[in-house]
């Protein structure tokens, strides 16, 4: 079975400093992984994915995300976060025959503070 | 591109009525899917289409919840009779499914009260 774990609730981080949001992943077979954003009352936004090549995913808004497949972990970075970076973050493995069903983490709610 | 659109963006009902959600998928995109967002189980694929064709319902939590997709810009998720557990937030999304792994795109969600 494909799973996500996003081992925090919540990251709080201050305008400026650098944005870590943590992911692990269990799947058989190789995994495809997606973060997505939520804004408040709003439907989740695609940040960025990888699918294979490069460890390091250049997405939107200048987040990356590291790829390391030994500690089976997919973490989301920002170098220096803003306040409008204040949303929830999802993590998600896609699967299934065409990769469309996508299994989604918990979350992690970050706060960036002034 | 006006995004994937969802109505109504609220609903209040009462138990034991029939609630009906719709979706108007982005225009081409050729893949649907239906979430339901809660607290204490996250984000859940319920159902999906392919081409307007139910692909994987068991996502589905009872036989008190239906789909359709007559065709390849409108979809609906309905719920009968509904009870208060089924209060959530309900998203649709839309992808092109033309190479595998694509990005979903998702609407602003309709927010359930059963009451």
């Known amino acids: 079975a494909q799973s996500v774990a996003q081992p925090e609730d919540q990251v709080n981080v201050a305008e400026g400093n650098p944005l870590t949001v943590k992911c692990t992943y269990s799947?058989?077979?190789?995994?495809?992984l997606f973060w997505y954003v939520q804004y408040p009352n709003r439907g989740l936004q695609f940040l960025l994915k990888y699918i294979t090549g490069d460890n390091l995913v250049k997405g939107s808004y200048g987040f990356e995300a590291e790829f390391n497949k030994s500690q089976t972990s997919f973490h989301l970075k920002k170098p220096s976060a803003l306040v409008s970076d204040s949303a929830l973050y999802f993590c998600a493995v896609a699967w299934g025959a065409a990769g469309n069903k996508l299994t989604f983490g918990g979350g992690t709610r970050v706060l960036v503070k002034p | 591109d006006a995004g994937v659109i969802q109505s109504p963006r609220h609903e209040v009902t009462e138990m034991g009525q029939e609630v009906t959600l719709r979706c108007k998928p982005i225009s081409g995109h050729n893949s649907l899917f239906w979430y339901r967002q809660t607290m204490m189980r996250g984000l859940e694929l319920l159902i999906y289409?392919?081409?307007?064709?139910?692909?994987?319902d068991s996502g589905m939590p009872e036989d008190r919840f239906s789909a359709k997709m007559p065709n390849a810009s409108f979809s609906t998720l309905k719920i009968q009779p509904s009870e208060p557990r089924d209060s959530a937030v309900y998203f649709c999304?839309?992808?092109?499914?033309?190479?595998?792994?694509?990005?979903?795109?998702f609407g602003p969600g309709t927010r359930l009260t059963v009451l």
């Open positions: 799947v058989s077979g190789n995994p495809y």
């Open positions: 289409f392919n081409n307007n064709v139910p692909i994987d």
């Open positions: 999304a839309s992808s092109l499914a033309r190479r595998v792994y694509n990005e979903q795109f």
